[in-house]
């Protein structure tokens, strides 16, 4: 199964269409023309899509022209429908770049078996019937999509990256998926606590470069350590300090990518010690140095 390009072979693209297991493929394309060019892949029924678009724009097409959905930068869009093939036919925009993922849905619940059904389209009846969502990249996936797209693929672990890349973004995607509206969690039966928790949560985030400690948080809300603890981690699915974290981190990227902001003004912002605390916390989180994040930005 190849990519048809079926404009002008001299135009400027780059297009790699990668095998990593039966029925399992990723799909690497840049379009550095200004003009639109048309990719094209037969997929059955038996696959579920998924489509990242990192720059420019792509128009999909459906059913010889009679449907299109644009997914526009920084998108994503999953894709399913086990009731007719659904293949692949992109007009990507001029300046345009995507990765596509496109598995087999027994190879992709397979990778589900023990929490399957927490996720929607998984679960029950609904694995049955057809599934589309656009939903925003993140900067994590972001970073670890660009990653992808710049892995040499002569590489001899080029399918072990690329797997363990894909995989990653699963768990963004899914992880992220199910903490959406979890301020109504059903594990805290108490309105109070659960009022309680969310405005620790507001302390935590308001005050980020000089948090309170779980003691003075706990006094703060009126609420023991114990169930600050376990009502946040249920609520918002992790621990307080994992949770600000994770907010620190991503406003870390915001504010490089920004430009307005060097490395050790960011450190500061979010009320690092020292520039070198603030490198070693963001390479052990992303795998890379806060400046090696911004070039690779800019590259992309």
Same mark, same amino acid.
């Given at each position: 199964?190849?990519?048809?390009?079926?404009?002008?072979?001299?135009? !400027? @693209? +780059?297009?790699? *269409?990668?095998? %990593?297991?039966? $029925?399992?493929?990723?799909?690497?394309?840049?379009?550095? /023309?200004? =003009?639109?060019?048309?990719?094209?892949?037969?997929?059955?029924?038996?696959?579920?899509?998924?489509?990242?678009?990192?720059?420019?724009?792509?128009?999909?097409?459906?059913?010889?022209?009679?449907?299109?959905?644009?997914?526009?930068?920084?998108?994503?869009?999953?894709?399913?429908?086990?009731?007719?093939?659904?293949?692949?036919?992109?007009?990507?925009?001029?300046?345009?770049?995507?990765?596509?993922?496109?598995?087999?849905?027994?190879?992709?619940?397979?990778?589900?078996?023990?929490?399957?059904?927490?996720?929607?389209?998984?679960?029950?009846?609904?694995?049955?019937?057809?599934?589309?969502?656009?939903?925003?990249?993140?900067?994590?996936?972001?970073?670890?999509?660009?990653?992808?797209?710049?892995?040499?693929? !002569? @590489? +001899?672990?080029? *399918?072990?990256? %690329?797997?363990? $890349?894909?995989?990653?973004?699963?768990?963004?995607?899914? /992880?992220? =998926?199910?903490?959406?509206?979890?301020?109504?969690?059903?594990?805290?039966?108490?309105?109070?606590?659960?009022?309680?928790?969310?405005?620790?949560?507001?302390?935590?985030?308001?005050?980020?470069?000089?948090?309170?400690?779980?003691?003075?948080?706990?006094?703060?809300?009126?609420?023991?350590?114990?169930?600050?603890?376990?009502?946040?981690?249920?609520?918002?699915?992790?621990?307080?300090?994992?949770?600000?974290?994770?907010?620190?981190?991503?406003?870390?990227?915001?504010?490089?990518?920004?430009?307005?902001?060097?490395?050790?003004?960011?450190?500061?912002?979010?009320?690092?010690?020292?520039?070198?605390?603030?490198?070693?916390?963001?390479?052990?989180?992303?795998?890379?140095?806060?400046?090696?994040?911004?070039?690779? @930005?800019?590259?992309?």
């Amino acid at each position: 199964m190849k990519i048809n390009e079926l404009n002008n072979e001299k135009q !400027s @693209s +780059i297009k790699e *269409d990668i095998l %990593l297991g039966e $029925k399992f493929f990723c799909l690497r394309i840049c379009n550095h /023309n200004n =003009e639109e060019r048309l990719f094209q892949k037969e997929i059955d029924a038996s696959y579920i899509q998924f489509h990242f678009c990192l720059k420019g724009g792509l128009e999909f097409i459906f059913n010889e022209g009679s449907y299109n959905l644009n997914l526009s930068s920084n998108k994503y869009l999953i894709l399913y429908n086990p009731k007719r093939d659904l293949p692949v036919n992109i007009r990507l925009k001029g300046d345009s770049v995507f990765i596509s993922t496109l598995i087999s849905i027994t190879r992709f619940h397979k990778l589900f078996s023990q929490d399957g059904h927490t996720i929607d389209f998984l679960s029950g009846e609904n694995s049955n019937q057809k599934y589309y969502k656009i939903n925003d990249i993140n900067n994590v996936m972001l970073l670890v999509l660009n990653q992808m797209l710049k892995y040499r693929t !002569s @590489s +001899i672990t080029k *399918d072990l990256y %690329l797997k363990s $890349k894909i995989y990653e973004t699963f768990s963004l995607i899914f /992880n992220s =998926e199910n903490n959406t509206g979890t301020d109504k969690c059903p594990f805290i039966l108490n309105d109070d606590h659960l009022k309680k928790i969310k405005l620790a949560k507001d302390i935590i985030l308001d005050r980020f470069d000089e948090p309170p400690t779980l003691v003075e948080l706990s006094n703060e809300i009126d609420l023991s350590l114990r169930q600050l603890k376990q009502g946040f981690k249920e609520t918002y699915g992790k621990p307080v300090f994992k949770y600000l974290f994770d907010y620190k981190m991503d406003k870390a990227t915001r504010l490089l990518i920004g430009g307005k902001y060097n490395v050790n003004e960011v450190s500061i912002k979010l009320g690092y010690s020292t520039s070198s605390h603030f490198i070693h916390a963001f390479k052990k989180n992303f795998g890379i140095t806060p400046l090696a994040y911004i070039k690779q @930005s800019y590259e992309s």
